[in-house]
Nanobody, 122 residues
């Protein structure tokens, strides 16, 4: 079993910054893709940023230039640095991981974190 534990959410004023972390633990052989998603009340969950095992990244247009996704493979942790936050960034943020748990031939598995609330308000 694998667990993803997020931290770093909270409340901040517009223009402020937050850094989210998501640590994976448990039966892990290798982690491929990592990502951050968010879901605002009444809206569908959307991709915010993603990073491959090789470090390639992609971002939602709404966060380009403000958010940065990075990963520390030694710690099985992915980060989301969020700068110049706006009220419309308010949402529950979820991390995910695509991984293999037993070796190169084991199937790809997908896990979600429990979510962390980010509120941007004056």
């Amino acid at each position: 079993q694998v667990q993803l534990v997020e931290s770093g959410g909270g409340s901040v004023q517009p223009g402020g910054s937050l850094r989210l972390s998501c640590a994976a633990s448990g039966s892990i052989f290798s982690i491929l893709g990592r990502g951050w998603y968010r879901q605002a009340p009444g809206k569908q969950r959307e991709l915010v940023a993603a990073i491959t095992s090789g470090g390639s990244t992609n971002y939602a247009d709404s966060v380009k230039g403000r958010f940065t996704i990075t990963r520390d493979n030694a710690k099985n942790t992915v980060y989301l640095q969020m700068n110049s936050l706006k009220p419309e960034d308010t949402a529950v943020y979820y991390c995910d991981a695509e991984l293999r748990d037993r070796g190169f031939s084991s199937p790809l598995l997908h896990y979600w974190g429990q979510g962390t609330q980010v509120t941007v308000s004056s």
